[in-house]
């Protein structure tokens, strides 16, 4: 091809990428920053299954979507905790991100289902 010229693509190079934001994507639920490494996922506010497959989503931190999942249903999330406000204002979510809150911003932990969830109800063993 005469007359064009080739060029190398570089991640760095604001005229063929554009300015690298500075600042991170922040989680709405916890309001930690979400680091590109981080382990992360977007949630739908209304879940899939209740309807929610076309509307609003944002994206959390992979062990804040994992707390949410392994306290409720998907019918209660699209009943009462559909918005994050809601979300936050929940006891048991609020007692989560008191705890996650103070841990770096790419923490992860394997999250288990409650009690309640499993079927066992507040029996201890």
């Given at each position: ?14 005229d ?16 930690r920053?979400i ?43 699209a ?35 409650t ?5 066992e ?5």
């Amino acid at each position: 091809m005469v007359g064009r010229r080739v060029r190398r693509w570089r991640d760095d190079d604001p005229d063929t990428h554009g300015p690298k934001p500075d600042a991170l994507p922040v989680c709405p639920l916890c309001e930690r920053p979400i680091p590109r490494h981080a382990r992360q996922s977007v949630h739908h506010l209304t879940p899939k299954l209740k309807g929610g497959a076309c509307g609003a989503t944002v994206r959390l931190h992979q062990i804040c979507h994992s707390a949410i999942h392994a306290r409720y249903s998907e019918a209660e999330i699209a009943r009462r905790l559909a918005e994050v406000e809601a979300l936050r204002a929940d006891p048991e979510i609020a007692r989560f991100l008191a705890w996650v809150r103070d841990k770096p911003d790419d923490f992860h932990a394997p999250t288990r289902q409650t009690r309640e969830r499993r079927g066992e109800g507040r029996a201890r063993r």
